[in-house]
């Protein structure tokens, strides 16, 4: 961890230890009169004046873990069996509450799968209870386990007559899920050679190990198979490396970030890999050679970096963790995406821009009017005292002569023309770096971002100029008491089409340059600000937006120079400039080096929060007015956590231990490979 990411460590803006919007600890139990609430809302069975819930109530319209129609009926009788403790048929009030608090337990995953196989309710599990759950599973109906085998007998006792309890369950049905891997290669390799084949090797992890594969890794399973050492063939080492490889993915995670210093977006080779992982014992070379070509599989570039995880890590959710306003999926999949979508993509981002622009100029505009004024007192060439002795004798002044407004002075035009200008720069820097991200198989090196920077700040040069002139013109106008009011209308008016366009290669050489090092900048710090579930809070945004301007505005200072001593009406004695060229021999020549870094604090104090307060408003936006059109996403707007890390349901009626209710339900069957059905046959 670098000596800036441990100091914002410290003050709290980068989070590094929990997932955002989760509290360490357990899950807080729900108010019983709110429960009792909910139970009743849910509750259509009633039975002496007693309300209680049907299978259907619980498990379809309160959780939703079944389809409404055409649901397995098994399957429903065995969820709801984790509840229906009394074998009634039907859920009390008690029970209900029962489950919630057991939901709030720290082992809550464990004790539910426990519930499910403890069928008669007395707290341990027999063999036929086992077996009688096992067999309704999906797993079980595409490749039979041995239960003469020795493994059965060592827990349940060579007559399989011992019961288990919950702690010897736990780690048996640990035990079992990976021992099942192995019963089903030894039934493929018919001739006990150690081998199977690649379309064997799909058959087991299609059915023995579905939960642990993405649909990236489903479909390049064969792919898979055929890139290890023995070709067409599967070695049992090769596939037990491969199933340790997905059921550790956590830990590969760990080995990437300890070798990148916790960054997420750099590209490392195997052997650097190799070289992090031998702190950890529990990753071998061979798993290390298998992550290798399942990266390959999907971008053929020999090396690996962090969002190759989210293609290939299994067990993995991703929390929204902004409650959006708005969530419109246009597409159904990335493959549906019409050039149509792409266009209203652009026209969705413009709009978002429009606004975040508007925010950000608002926001710095008073620094933007002393940085203008600074940047416009000349020495040398006029008679007469300075007007202002630094940025803030210059604020002092413009407030003590013309009001707390006068600070405001041109805000208007200001805001008609930044909305327009700040869109199309976000959009096109948007454009060009899904457009690069493509060119390179879903890679964007630095120079790849300083090109779509680039591209994003020239295209602003048509909407900042006429703006920035007008602008000017406003601003320095209250430096003088006496004359006619100037207004926009009249510097339109005055300038004309091509007037409104003075200056603007001097504008061009300072927004491309300023793009071509911000957004790359915000790019890499956002990443690096975000935690280490990969989630960037709105402060942590602010700050890589603030910091990412500082370098970028203070560099261009010469150009914003040149640019705004084109744009201002020269006063009388003062000198006068017929080009951008021109502009720079006489400034340097009557003033010396130093006046183009005027006013270049005022320019870094104005360019940094107004862009941080832009960019954190156009991603903001997004999360909240979240549309899908099937392109790529803003990053840091999901939280990862992993199958131990119960996400929280957005339900208002899934209170206390029910707000993770579903995902541990969900994990019953990813961790433990425990698939029921849910439609009938």
């Known amino acids: 961890m670098g000596p800036l990411r441990s100091l914002l460590a410290a003050s709290g803006l980068l989070k590094t230890a929990t997932c955002q919007g989760m509290a360490p600890g357990y899950i807080k139990r729900a108010d019983t009169q709110k429960l009792q609430t909910v139970f009743e809302k849910y509750a259509s069975l009633e039975i002496e004046g007693v309300k209680f819930m049907t299978k259907e109530d619980f498990v379809i319209k309160y959780l939703e873990l079944l389809p409404v129609a055409n649901f397995n009926k098994e399957s429903l009788h065995l969820l709801c069996g984790v509840l229906d403790q009394s074998k009634e048929g039907r859920i009390s009030f008690a029970e209900f509450q029962a489950f919630e ?54 827990y349940f006792g060579k007559d399989k007559d011992r019961k288990i309890t919950y702690s010897e369950f736990s780690q048996f049905l640990h035990d079992f899920h990976e021992e099942y891997a192995s019963v089903a290669f030894k039934a493929m390799d018919k001739e006990g050679s150690g081998f199977i084949s690649s379309a064997d090797f799909e058959e087991i992890m ?76 529990q990753i071998t070379p061979l798993e290390i050679d298998v992550l290798f070509v399942l990266c390959d599989l999907l971008h053929q570039t020999g090396k690996v970096m962090y969002s190759d995880f989210q293609e290939i890590a299994p067990e993995q959710y991703m929390k929204q963790v902004t409650r959006r306003i708005t969530e419109i999926k246009a597409v159904a999949n990335p493959e549906e995406r019409s050039n149509f979508m792409a266009v209203l993509e652009s026209l969705y981002r413009f709009s978002l821009g429009a606004v975040a622009g508007a925010c950000g100029a608002t926001a710095v505009y008073p620094i933007d009017l002393v940085k203008t004024r600074m940047q416009n007192q000349r020495t040398g060439s006029y008679i007469g005292e300075l007007m202002y002795r630094n940025s803030f004798d210059c604020f002092k002044k413009v407030v003590r002569h013309e009001g707390f407004t006068g600070l405001y002075r041109g805000l208007v035009p200001q805001l008609l023309g930044v909305a327009p200008e700040k869109a199309i720069k976000l959009t096109m820097n948007d454009l ?40 000017i013109r406003l601003q320095v106008a209250g430096e003088i008491t006496s004359g006619a009011r100037v207004s926009a209308w009249g510097v339109v008016k005055e300038l004309g089409f091509f007037g409104l366009y003075k200056g603007s290669r ?145 339900n208002p009626d899934h209170v206390g231990g029910y707000q993770v209710a579903r995902p541990i339900f969900t994990g019953v069957e990813s961790k433990f490979g425990l698939l029921l059905p849910k439609f009938s046959h």
């Open 206 to 281: 299609s059915s023995v190990k579905s939960h642990l594969l993405t649909p990236s890794i489903q479909a390049n399973l064969r792919a898979a198979a055929q890139g290890g050492p023995n070709g067409q063939s599967v070695s049992y080492a090769y596939f037990i490396a491969f199933i340790s490889l997905l059921s550790n993915m956590e830990l590969i995670k760990k080995v990437y970030l300890n070798a990148t210093n916790g960054s997420r977006t750099v590209e490392i080779t195997k052997e650097e890999f190799l070289y992090s992982a031998q702190m950890m014992s």
């Open 506 to 650: 001097a504008c061009f050489m300072r927004d491309v340059p300023f793009s071509m090092i911000y957004f790359p900048s915000y790019a890499h710090l956002k990443a690096e600000f975000a935690d280490e579930n990969g989630y960037n809070s709105p402060l942590s945004l602010l700050t890589a937006g603030a910091i990412a301007g500082m370098p970028a505005a203070s560099l261009v200072t010469p150009a914003d120079v040149i640019k705004t001593r084109l744009q201002v009406v020269a006063r009388a004695g003062q000198t006068t400039y017929t080009g951008t060229l021109d502009a720079a021999r006489k400034i340097y020549a009557e003033e010396g080096f130093m006046a183009f870094w005027k006013g270049a604090v005022a320019r870094m104090c104005r360019s940094s929060p107004q862009f941080g307060v832009t960019l954190v408003t156009y991603e903001l936006l997004q999360r909240y007015f979240f549309i899908d059109f099937g392109g790529s996403k803003p990053t840091g707007q999901m939280s990862e956590a992993t199958a131990g890390a119960a996400i929280k349901s957005d």
């Open 432 to 471: 060009a770096r899904d457009k690069l991200r493509h060119l390179n198989d879903g890679n964007l090196p630095v120079w790849a971002e300083m090109i779509a920077g680039g591209c994003g700040g020239a295209s602003q040069v048509m909407f900042t100029n006429p703006l920035e002139i007008v602008k």
């Open 101 to 154: 608090g057991n939901l709030c337990a720290p082992d809550a995953l464990y004790k539910t799968a426990f519930q499910l196989f403890d069928t008669d309710g007395n707290g341990t599990v027999s063999f036929d209870e086992f077996l009688g759950i096992l067999s309704k599973t999906t797993i079980h109906q595409k490749i039979p386990f041995n239960y003469e085998c020795d493994f059965i007998k060592l």
